[in-house]
């Protein structure tokens, strides 16, 4: 299954509305995760089974389905939400990566 | 509290083996998966493989059969990685609940530098 993450990049400024996709190269069913990296850290996950938001994760990122393609919005970007996010599905085996989104500051 | 702990930083010439571990704790070591992550110096994250301690049941990735081993010794809450030394790359391993759950708890990573 492959994944198609877009865009590889942006830039935005703090309080502004983002929003990174992922197409699926099948049916998924829903099973789409979304992970955070800060440099130098080890992923963290955001969302999973695309859009149940992980414990502790603030409410300001969420997640949508639409057939086989995944939407992660963050609402009002905040200083610490600068950084590359990846999605990733756990229908089949392997579980592949999208490519990731470096979220720059503007 | 969960949480898995890797073994050090490597250094290695090319084609040497190496075995990096991760230990699992503050849940059931044998009832969940543990999977690994290769991240290559600015790039992406690449998954490679998964076992599950209870039974070692172990899958991998295509792209990386044949070139990597993945075991576990649940007696000590313990998954490991084998492989050649070939590309500087962070491992990481990280936690999986259930077959199609994400990856929940990750590992601190492990980075290999590979140096003629």
């Known amino acids: 299954i492959q994944m198609t993450q877009s865009p590889s990049s942006l830039s935005a400024y703090v309080g502004d509305r983002v929003t990174i996709t992922c197409r699926a190269s099948?049916?998924?069913?829903?099973?789409l995760n979304w992970y955070q990296q800060k440099p130098g850290k080890a992923p963290k996950l955001l969302i999973y089974?695309?859009?149940s938001l992980q414990s502790g994760v603030p409410s300001r990122f969420s997640g949508s389905e639409s057939g086989t393609d995944f939407t992660l919005t963050i609402t009002s970007l905040q200083p610490e939400d600068f950084a590359t996010y990846y999605c990733?599905?756990?229908?089949?085996?392997?579980?592949?990566f999208g490519q990731g989104t470096k979220v720059e500051i503007k | 509290e969960v949480q898995l702990v890797q073994s050090g930083a490597e250094v290695k010439m090319p084609g040497y083996s190496l075995k990096i571990s991760c230990q699992g704790s503050?849940?059931?070591?044998?009832?969940?998966?543990i999977g690994w992550v290769r991240q290559m110096p600015g790039k992406g994250l690449e998954w490679m493989g998964i076992?599950?301690?209870?039974?070692s049941d172990t899958r991998y990735s295509p792209s990386f059969q044949g070139l990597v081993t993945i075991s576990a010794d649940k007696s000590i809450n313990t998954a490991y990685l084998q492989l050649r030394a070939s590309d500087t790359a962070i491992y990481y391993c990280?936690?999986?609940?259930?077959?199609?759950?994400?990856?929940?708890?990750w590992g601190q990573g492990t980075l290999v530098t590979v140096s003629s």
């Open positions: 503050g849940y059931s070591f044998s009832n969940s998966w």
């Open positions: 089974a695309a859009s």
């Open positions: 099948q049916d998924i069913s829903g099973y």
């Open positions: 990733q599905q756990s229908y089949g085996m392997p579980g592949t």
């Open positions: 076992i599950y301690p209870g039974d």
């Open positions: 990280a936690r999986q609940r259930g077959q199609q759950h994400p990856f929940d708890y």
